[in-house]
């Protein structure tokens, strides 16, 4: 069972996988840092100096100042500063993933479309297409015999 198990571990395709998501997860904090702290604190300052992160609707009817001291006090809160943040996340690793993919369809070599079977030839008379049977041009009434 080991042995079976040592053969499918080291095929390519699980190797290849097993890489991707090591790079998928690094990848991933490389753009979470990316959002929370290059976009989102400009985007944050030309909205009135906003905190995306600190964004919140709080449901408790309790008056909190920071969204650290509603959970500290155990309020229900909507973190939708957090959530916007989140969805930035997203579209900026969808659109990595498209350009990736699209770069990799652009790599591949397509196989050139086979040449379909011509069923006409051209009149050696007048250049005019007739089918492959005709033994006489429509055209210019030659014989092609």
Do not use: W
Not at 21 to 45: E, Q, R
Not at 94 to 111: G, P, T, Y
Not at 114 to 122: E, G, L, Q
């Amino acid at each position: 069972m080991l042995k079976e198990f040592k053969e499918f571990a080291i095929r390519g395709n699980v190797i290849d996988l097993a890489i991707g998501i090591i790079i998928g997860g690094a990848f991933g904090k490389i753009v979470d840092s990316l959002v929370k702290d290059v976009i989102m604190p400009p985007v944050g300052m030309i909205m009135g100096k906003m905190d995306f992160a600190s964004l919140f609707l709080n449901l408790s009817g309790t008056e909190y100042a920071t969204l650290a001291e509603a959970k500290k006090a155990g309020a229900a809160t909507l973190n939708y500063g957090i959530f916007i943040s989140t969805i930035v996340d997203f579209l900026i690793m969808a659109f990595v993933v498209f350009l990736m993919v699209k770069q990799i369809n652009r790599m591949k070599k397509e196989a050139p479309a086979p040449v379909a079977a011509s069923d006409s030839k051209d009149c050696p008379f007048c250049l005019s297409p007739i089918p492959l049977q005709a033994t006489r041009c429509p055209h210019c009434t030659s014989n092609l015999k």
